[in-house]
Each structure stands twice: as C-alpha cells, then as structure tokens.
C-alpha cells in the first residue's frame, strides 16, 4: 500500500524566486491538505484539496496556492518567496469515504531553503 | 479557536521505563479527535495513537496508551517499557470530527523524547 509521497526532498531557492512542490496521497485517498512546520514548531495548516477545489485555508497570504488533479495528487506553489518561506512543507492525505474522515496520513515532507 | 499546549518541551526516559506526555487542548466543539504523532529525525510524520471525543474508553495500541479527560481537556501519551526507537519529537492535534472535510488539524509545539539506554 503506497503511502504519501512527495517531491523534491529538499529545494534551495533565492528570495523573490517561485517554487512547486508536489504530493502524491496514499492510495483510496482523495482529500490532500498543506502544511508548514518551521524549525522547532509543529505543523501549520495552509490549506486543503478536495474534488480540485481548496476547501478550507489557514493563516497565509495568497502567495501560497495549490492544485489538485484528477488524480488527487497536488501542488504547492509559492510565488515571491521570503526567507520566512524557509520551512518543512508536509502533505498530508485522508479520505473522504472514511466516517468523519477523521485520520490524516502524512508524507516526508519536502525541506525548503530560501536563501 | 482550537489551541493545543504542550507544556514539556523536553522530556527524558530511561529505556524500559514508562514516561507520560502532556497535552492540554481548549475548545468549544463537542465532537472532534484527539491524536499523537511521533516525529523521528528522518521527519515523517507517524500517526501513533488517536481518540475519540465521544468515547469515553481510553485508546490503546501496544506499548502507547492515552488518559483521555474530556472535561479537563487534556489528552496525555503514555509510553510503557520505553525503547530507543521511541526517541522523537511527539506531537498532539486536534481535528473537528462532524463536517464531511473537516479541515485542519491544529498541532502542539511538540515534546522532544530522549531515551538513554
């Protein structure tokens, strides 16, 4: 059973640079939600995917948007990027068939250096 | 809004003990889930135990088990007959239970375990 994937494990940008990153959801899932875990804090919610439409968003300005294919799998995009950017970008995958869907599966996150 | 506390930052064990981690969490939702992650140095995110609101029954998986008090609004992890594989940074979230995509979870700041052997 295929968990949560995601690429690139790490990405060195430049301020004011863009970056992708990508998620695939473990398999029989079909919700994706992005967050941002800084060095020494936990996890902050940036926002979810379900059926190609972003559902729900946290605190983060619009430079942070996302994707969702067909396929379930997502993007992260991040324009105009601050070294604040600097961070482990988590995706994380539940189902929407689950009751409440209550459990969330995370992937190995992708290290984001912004110098 | 949902806040999950943390208070030990840092907590230490030695191996084959039995070590509790705290949690403190503050809403007005009636329905929702409680969970613990465990967060080696390599940084996946594993799900090591979930809870509930709605059952009383304190949750259990192996060597990891909760003390759930929902009127207190606290949810610590006990680690019986600790193992050096459990060294990680463990931490708890919140999640509403009821709405079909609930949604985020909101995470503590985590507890940094050291196991000495």
């Known amino acids: 059973d295929a968990g949560v994937t995601q690429s690139p494990t790490h990405l060195i940008k430049t301020r004011g640079q863009q970056v992708t990153l990508r998620c695939s959801p473990k398999s029989g899932h079909d919700t994706v939600s992005w967050y941002q875990q800084a060095l020494g804090q936990g996890p902050q919610f940036i926002f979810q995917y379900y059926e190609e439409e972003e559902r729900q968003r946290g605190n983060f300005p619009d430079r942070f948007s996302g994707h969702q294919y067909p396929n379930y799998s997502s993007e992260l995009n991040v324009n105009a990027l601050l070294l604040g950017d600097s961070a482990l970008y988590l995706c994380?995958?539940?189902?929407?068939?689950?009751?409440?869907?209550?459990?969330?599966?995370f992937g190995p996150g992708t290290r984001l250096l912004v110098l | 809004a949902q806040t999950v506390t943390q208070s030990q930052p840092e907590m230490s064990v030695q191996e084959a003990e039995t070590v509790t981690l705290s949690c403190t969490y503050d809403?007005?939702?009636?329905?929702?889930?409680l969970f613990w992650y465990k967060q080696p140095p390599s940084r996946q995110m594993i799900l090591v135990i979930r809870q509930e609101a709605y059952k009383q029954q304190n949750a259990t998986e192996n060597r990891f088990s909760v003390n759930f008090q929902k009127a207190a609004k606290s949810f610590s992890l006990k680690i019986s007959d600790s193992q050096l594989g459990d060294a990680a940074m463990y931490f708890c979230a919140y999640r509403r239970g009821y709405h079909t995509n609930a949604g985020k979870s909101t995470f503590g700041d985590g507890t940094t375990l050291t196991v000495k052997p």
């Open positions: 994380a995958s539940s189902s929407s068939g689950q009751a409440r869907q209550e459990t969330q599966y």
């Open positions: 809403t007005s939702e009636s329905d929702y889930y």
